[in-house]
T-cell receptor, first 115, second 114 residues
Framework: AQTVTQSQPEMSVQEAETVTLSCTYDTSESDYYLFWYKQPPSRQMILVIRQEAYKQQNATENRFSVNFQKAAKSFSLKISDSQLGDAAMYFCAYRSEGGSEKLVFGKGTKLTVNP | DSGVTQTPKHLITATGQRVTLRCSPRSGDLSVYWYQQSLDQGLQFLIQYYNGEERAKGNILERFSAQQFPDLHSELNLSSLELGDSALYFC?????????????FGQGTRLTVV
C-alpha cells in the first residue's frame, strides 16, 4: 500500500519570503499522480498543484512550484513571495494511475505566515 | 465554490444514534468519494462510487455504509455512533474515468458525537 509522509507538522514563514514544505511517499508503482492540497480555516480542500509521475518537468502554478524527485520519492512544495492568505494546512496526496482514483494523504503541515 | 455540495454542515448527535450525510457532486462528475478527517487518523479514504456502483473501499467501518443514487448524489450512513466517530466528513467528486483529473471537495460535514 502507498504511504505519504510529511515530516514537518508546522512551518512558519515571513510574508514575502519563500518556504518549502516536504513530502515523501512510498510506492512500488511507476505511474501515479501527486498533489498538494491546501486547507484554510474555512476547511475547504483546495487543489494547489498537480504532478504526473511520467513528467520530468516540475509543475508550476504562479507562486507555487514543486521539486519532484521520482527516484528519491520526494515531492516538495515551494511557495514564493508568501502571502497572509497562504496560511493553511497543506496536504500532500498520492493517486495511483490505475484502479481506484482514491487519494492517499499525508498528515499535513500547518503553515503560518507572519506579517 | 467547488460545485460539490454537502449537507448538513454541522451535526451533533448522541452515541448509539444513526445519521445520514448527503453529497451532491459537480455537474457531470460520475465518481463520488468519501473521506474522514480526524485529529488522530488524518484524512482517510472511506469509499468510492462510480456511476452508481461501488468502486473502491478503504478504511470504512462495518457500521458505516454508503450509496450513490441514479441522479448521482450520494449518502453516507453512519450507525451505532461512537465518540470516536466525531470527525469532519468530506465528499469529493471527479469525472471518474480519467485518473489525472482533479477531485473537487465539498466543505465537509462536521459530525460531533456526544
Amino acid at each position: 500500500a502507498q504511504t505519504v509522509t510529511q515530516s514537518q507538522p508546522e512551518m512558519s514563514v515571513q510574508e514575502a519570503e519563500t518556504v518549502t514544505l516536504s513530502c515523501t511517499y512510498d510506492t512500488s508503482e511507476s505511474d501515479y499522480y501527486l498533489f498538494w492540497y491546501k486547507q484554510p480555516p474555512s476547511r475547504q480542500m483546495i487543489l494547489v498543484i498537480r504532478q504526473e509521475a511520467y513528467k520530468q518537468q516540475n509543475a508550476t502554478e504562479n507562486r507555487f512550484s514543486v521539486n519532484f524527485q521520482k527516484a528519491a520519492k520526494s515531492f516538495s512544495l515551494k511557495i514564493s513571495d508568501s502571502q497572509l492568505g497562504d496560511a493553511a494546512m497543506y496536504f500532500c496526496a498520492y493517486r495511483s494511475e490505475g484502479g481506484s482514483e482514491k487519494l492517499v494523504f499525508g498528515k499535513g503541515t500547518k503553515l503560518t505566515v507572519n506579517p | 465554490d467547488s460545485g460539490v455540495t454537502q449537507t448538513p454542515k454541522h451535526l451533533i448527535t448522541a452515541t448509539g444514534q444513526r445519521v445520514t450525510l448527503r453529497c451532491s457532486p459537480r455537474s457531470g462528475d460520475l465518481s463520488v468519494y468519501w473521506y474522514q478527517q480526524s485529529l488522530d487518523q488524518g484524512l482517510q479514504f472511506l469509499i468510492q462510487y462510480y456511476n452508481g456502483e461501488e468502486r473502491a473501499k478503504g478504511n470504512i467501518l462495518e457500521r458505516f455504509s454508503a450509496q450513490q443514487f441514479p441522479d448521482l448524489h450520494s449518502e453516507l450512513n453512519l450507525s451505532s455512533l461512537e465518540l470516536g466517530d466525531s470527525a469532519l466528513y468530506f465528499c469529493a467528486s471527479s469525472v471518474g474515468d480519467r485518473p489525472h483529473t482533479e477531485a473537487f471537495f465539498g466543505q465537509g460535514t462536521r459530525l460531533t458525537v456526544v
